[in-house]
């Protein structure tokens, strides 16, 4: 039915959004937009929903701009509409010469609510090579057998996610982020909305967010927590509605807005009003102080959030530790890199989940929770797989903390998955003790790969010793000109390319000297200053009541349905 | 003016500001590098240095290295600690290192490369304001100033 449905009498059919093929919650909140290909008269459009006039079907009448700004052609706008009956909605509109019609599925939640909280894990940019490596170092093996799992592997409920967007086979942050926080697909750079094609980032048509529905429809508490800024597009994506994700001023408002209870991670900036040094907003608006008032406990370090946590008093709390993205594990923990010496105290992605669900649980209704390990995405852009694998192995013990938590409950369903892919494998060893002239030749393929040397993880299950004489040979498949050193960079995280004079991006001298480097020449466009995502599937595991639904290949708007339907969200 | 002829006439400028920024005006102008702006460094801002503010309205230099520019239209450039293309925030004018400075130059100086290490020798200004045709934030500015290349 889907393929013959569009239907274009003469040049070209206006664009609806949302889009064809869209699978929309029943009673969630989205805006309806018609937009023609060219100036139309009123009078002349048409726009129906299963044969019946729209505005009677969604009960409002919708605003009809004659040129929109910076198109110069017309458009229908109707803002927070739903639906509430399940089935199959065919929507056409007309301007009299050309018809477009498309179709819609609005589902339900028939069952009864199953889950009374639900946590989602997102670790950004988490590829099958970082969960493989962080097994790897985090559990050992040995003749071809794990001496441990995973906490995110030992769960009964697994299946593959589809993470391209409306616009792209590759996608962003923002939206795979988006496909999983409203059931609808986007655009790269854009947050709960369809991507119009006016130049304005905050007029696009919205959809609905899992943080505004579950505290609309069934007053439950929502958290968010993370390791980079909070403006950041995953974070962001659980309240933000606009068409450029880096629109971080307007995000710190729309998170003040969405009365989210917990919120958890770094990007202070953002929140100073511009006349304080270190701010990076663009009002006076003093997002720290209205927070506030609105009766947030503020925590800036560790030790104020288990406070701030353990008090029986707290409902609401915001946790700002550090202006821009925290540092990686690797740096806080071990090498003391980054900006570690300058901000000493910022907390653990496992202390801040024990933090937010102490808080969290306070709310009788339940809550929502996404946790991201939001820097296994940067450092896998910067080609630095280590740090990247030692922010999977916190991920790790993030879940670890919320399955003990919700063991003896059984009422919360965990998920945890990715949000897109980086080009990373593991291709063997390098031995340093290998004969041969250079490090390639050290390279240990197949047989004479064996087993990489490195030490027994720790209590929290990280190796001490990553520059070990045979570690893991980790390669990108895609890369900008850089500087292979076939080590750990432990003098601070990678920075493969820099740019030249001509605004092309080149290796970065400083790793030349290395021993052993060697150049790749790049195989990304030239401006490309890091490597790129890609487009294959993620991986979702999930447990706890509710997690059934999780099988075989899924888009990532159907990681929405699972959540909604555990929560009979629809009801 | 043809732009052949505007060209000359700014490269001759451009010369004239780098004779005018020798040694003599820098030693006039008190130093001051990016490791002493700040008394302290905090995730609820920064408190600016006794440094700083005693050199509120008078000649400073400074060393750095200049930022890509923001928009063709701006008449200022950022300075940064480090090359811009050596910081990865620094992608998008959202992800800006807290430690900028801002630098208004003296009419008729070009910009070129981004690269280099430069001196700027101007006025110190400190406090919030916001470029009329950019809408971008600063804190701290130099103007009027002349720049060299090291």
Not at chain 1, 8 to 26: C, D, M, S
């Amino acid at each position: 039915m889907c393929c013959a449905l569009s239907l274009v009498t003469a040049g070209e059919a206006a664009t609806i959004y949302p889009i064809h093929r869209a699978t929309i919650l029943a009673g969630s909140l989205f805006d309806l937009k018609v937009e023609f290909d060219g100036v139309v008269q009123p009078e002349k459009v048409r726009v129906t929903i299963n044969g019946a006039e729209y505005s009677q079907a969604l009960g409002k009448t919708a605003t009809f701009v004659e040129k929109e700004k910076g198109v110069d052609k017309s458009a229908l706008i109707l803002r927070d509409v739903s639906i509430s009956t399940p089935g199959v909605y065919i929507v056409t509109a007309s301007d009299g010469v050309t018809t477009n019609t498309i179709s819609w599925e609005v589902y339900g939640t028939p069952g009864p609510r199953q889950a009374r909280n639900v946590i989602l894990f997102v670790g950004d940019g988490f590829s099958v090579a970082h969960r493989t490596a962080a097994r790897i170092l985090s559990k050992g093996i040995s003749e071809g057998k794990y001496n441990g799992m995973l906490a995110m592997d030992e769960m009964p409920h697994m299946a593959l996610v589809g993470t391209s967007g409306v616009d792209s086979v590759i996608t962003d942050s923002a939206n795979s982020m988006s496909a999983y926080t409203t059931g609808h697909k986007s655009s790269v750079n854009a947050l709960g909305v369809y991507a119009d094609r006016t130049p304005d980032t905050l007029d696009d048509p919205k959809v609905e967010t899992i943080t505004s529905l579950v505290k609309r429809k069934l007053r439950m508490a929502v958290g968010v927590v993370t390791n980079t800024e909070v403006e950041d597009a995953t974070p962001a994506g659980m309240v933000a509605h606009t068409r450029r994700r880096s629109d971080y001023d307007v995000i710190v408002e729309q998170f003040y807005q969405s009365g989210v209870d917990v919120l958890m991670g770094g990007g202070s900036a953002s929140f100073l009003p511009k006349s304080v040094p270190g701010s990076r907003r663009k009002d006076d608006q003093d997002f720290i102080a209205k927070f506030r008032q609105a009766g947030y406990s503020l925590a800036t370090t560790d030790k104020e959030m288990r406070e701030a946590a353990a008090d029986p008093a707290t409902q609401k709390l915001l946790g700002l530790f550090h202006p821009g993205n925290l540092d990686t594990v690797l740096d806080r923990k071990f090498l003391k890199k980054g900006t570690v010496e300058q901000f000493p105290n910022q907390p653990d992605l496992v202390d801040e989940v024990k933090a937010a669900l102490s808080v969290l649980s306070r709310n009788p209704n339940g809550f929502v929770l996404m946790v991201e390990s939001g820097l296994i995405d940067k450092q896998a852009h910067n080609l630095d797989w280590e740090r990247a694998v030692m922010d999977t192995i916190m991920l790790d013990n993030a879940v670890a903390a919320a399955k003990a938590w919700a063991a003896p409950r059984n009422d919360t369903l965990i998920l945890v998955t990715a949000d897109h892919s980086h080009g990373l494998a593991i291709v063997g060893t390098v031995d340093d003790a290998a004969k041969g002239e250079l490090m390639r030749d050290k390279i240990g393929v197949y047989a004479d790969a064996g087993y990489p040397n490195y030490p027994q993880a720790n209590a929290e299950g990280y190796p001490e010793n990553l520059e070990v004489s045979r570690r893991l040979a980790v390669f990108f498949n895609n890369f900008p000109d850089y500087y292979e050193t076939f080590r750990p960079k432990l003098d601070g995280p990678f920075v493969p390319a820099v740019q030249s004079p001509e605004k092309v991006y080149v290796a970065n001298e400083k790793y030349k000297s290395a021993p052993g480097a060697m150049l790749r020449t790049g195989i990304l466009p030239r401006d490309a200053s890091q490597g790129v995502h890609t487009g294959e599937d993620v991986i979702l595991t999930a447990t706890g009541p509710g997690s059934e639904r999780v099988m075989g290949f899924m888009n990532n708007t159907d990681v929405f349905r699972v959540m909604v339907e555990a929560l009979a969200a629809g009801n | 003016m043809s732009p052949a002829a505007r060209r000359a006439l700014r490269t001759a400028c451009l010369a004239a500001a780098l004779v005018a920024t020798g040694q003599a005006v820098a030693l006039e102008a008190a130093r001051i590098s990016f490791a002493e702006l700040y008394a302290s460094v905090g995730i609820l801002g920064l408190t600016f240095s006794n440094k700083v503010q005693g050199l509120a309205g008078k000649p400073v230099a400074m060393r750095g290295y200049m930022a890509p520019p923001l928009k063709p239209e701006a008449d200022f450039f950022v300075m940064t600690k480090e090359p811009v293309s050596l910081c990865p925030f620094c992608q998008s004018d959202a992800d800006w290192p807290a430690d900028i400075v801002v630098v208004y130059l003296q009419k008729g100086t070009t910009l070129t490369s981004n690269l280099d290490p430069i001196e700027v020798v101007g006025t110190l200004e400190v406090g919030s304001r916001t470029d009329a045709r950019t809408g971008f934030v600063s804190l701290l500015r130099i103007v009027e100033a002349q720049l060299r290349r090291l």
